[in-house]
């Protein structure tokens, strides 16, 4: 019964989590303005002050393979490269919408 409440708790975490996460993820992905010279706005920079903190303490120790695969998307942009791993930008762009989907249906977001 205990490590089922464990679960629960670890899994409204994460909701909370892709419920700050994912509308600021979803912005950023859509945000072609630079920050400035090389520069990209990623999903941290439209997240509210109060919360970033938080959400940077989440993401330090709570990484996984889709956070992965968005740190290497805002990477691979604010260096300018053409592609990730094989993928053209758009389709790895694509890729990450597609899973933004089903992390929005899995968690009700």
Request: net charge negative.
């Given at each position: 019964?205990?490590?089922?409440?464990?679960?629960?708790?670890?899994i409204m975490?994460?909701?909370e989590f892709y419920r700050?996460?994912?509308p600021a993820l979803e912005i950023a992905m859509?945000?072609?303005?630079p920050l400035g010279s090389f520069s990209v706005k990623g999903p941290e920079y439209y997240i509210d002050d109060n919360l970033r903190y938080d959400i940077a303490m989440f993401l330090d120790k709570n990484e996984d393979y889709?956070?992965?695969r968005v740190a290497y998307y805002?990477?691979?942009l604010d260096h300018n490269?053409?592609?990730i791993q094989g993928k053209s930008m758009e389709k790895y762009a694509k890729e990450l919408k597609?899973?933004?989907?089903?992390i929005k249906k899995e968690f009700d977001l």
């Open positions: 019964m205990e490590k089922e409440s464990i679960n629960k708790k670890k975490e994460l909701k700050i996460y994912i859509n945000d072609k303005e889709f956070l992965e805002f990477d691979a490269f053409p592609s597609e899973d933004i989907d089903k």
